[in-house]
């Protein structure tokens, strides 16, 4: 794996999120719709995985239930979700166009090493997480609270899970001051997704990772942006070395 790369086309100014928003201006279902398409691009969801229930699904994403079936309903238009009466709904196409997970498109962060990201996310979330905790509202409060909440529920489901982590560290990096260092942090956060799967599989990963989140989340209920940024700190650091653990027993030619 190369430790540095270029995309492989530049980007245009519609596909970076700051342009693309201000010059359409979407439905939540239809910017659901791309939340849950960037879910397959990334890897979270692969083919054949069933999506998690309505319900389940709407409390990882913090949105309704009505939302969240207006999204599916485009997407199997699409033909990347088949919806079936009586089953649960599946990822039936892994082409999903050109999107963008941060500021970059999805997947092209996997090409730098597991050092390198690991060093880019210290120097931006430090940044971010210090900014956040300081602008930090009481709404954002509790849609962190939720998040964490519809986690601890899923305990036992690995994909449901990583959809509602990153809608928690997306609403942290969004409640910093700088944009653009969001939009950064979005993209690093989704280095190795597929490998991500693997590691909270493992026995207690996700109830680690709650664990850390509500040490992120009571840092922030006190504005206190030293405890923050080192609760965030020790999140990152049990990231990069379960990630580490598994790039060493599958590589990345298996």
């Known amino acids: ?7 492989s086309e530049p980007l245009a100014l519609r596909d970076v999120p700051s342009f693309r928003d201000t010059i359409v201006k979407r439905s939540i279902k239809d910017q659901v719709a791309d939340k849950i398409a960037g879910l397959i691009a990334s890897g979270i ?8 229930g309505e319900r389940e699904l709407a409390a990882a994403l913090n949105v309704s239930r009505e939302t969240v079936r207006g999204a599916i309903q485009i997407l ?3 033909g990347v979700l088949e919806v079936s009466q009586g089953a649960r709904t599946r990822v039936v196409r892994a082409e999903v ?3 963008a997970i941060g500021f970059a498109t999805a997947r092209a ?51 449901r899970f990583l959809i509602s982590d990153r809608e928690f560290h997306l609403t942290i990096y969004g409640a910093a001051a700088n944009p653009l260092l ?6 690093l956060y989704a280095y190795m997704m597929e490998r991500r799967r693997v590691v909270v599989a493992g026995p ?4 680690r990772s709650t664990q850390d ?16 940024v080192a609760a965030f700190a020790v999140h990152t650091e049990r990231i990069y070395e379960t990630t580490r653990s598994v790039l060493e027993v599958r590589p990345a030619s298996a």
Not at 46 to 51: F, H, R, S
């Open 97 to 99: 166009g050109r999107i």
């Open 1 to 7: 794996m190369r430790s540095s790369a270029r995309l």
């Open 204 to 207: 207690g990963a996700i109830l």
């Open 45 to 52: 969801l692969q083919i054949g995985d069933a999506l998690p």
């Open 182 to 187: 969001g939009d950064f942090a979005t993209d």
């Open 213 to 228: 989140h509500r040490a992120i989340l009571e840092a922030f209920r006190r504005h206190d942006a030293e405890a923050a």
């Open 109 to 159: 962060i996997d090409a730098y090493d597991l050092d390198a990201v690991h060093a880019a996310r210290i120097l931006v979330e430090r940044q971010i997480v210090g900014e956040a905790a300081q602008r930090i509202d009481a709404a954002t409060l509790a849609t962190l609270d939720r998040l964490i909440a519809a986690q601890e529920s899923a305990l036992d489901d690995p994909v």
């Open 76 to 78: 199997a238009l699409r």
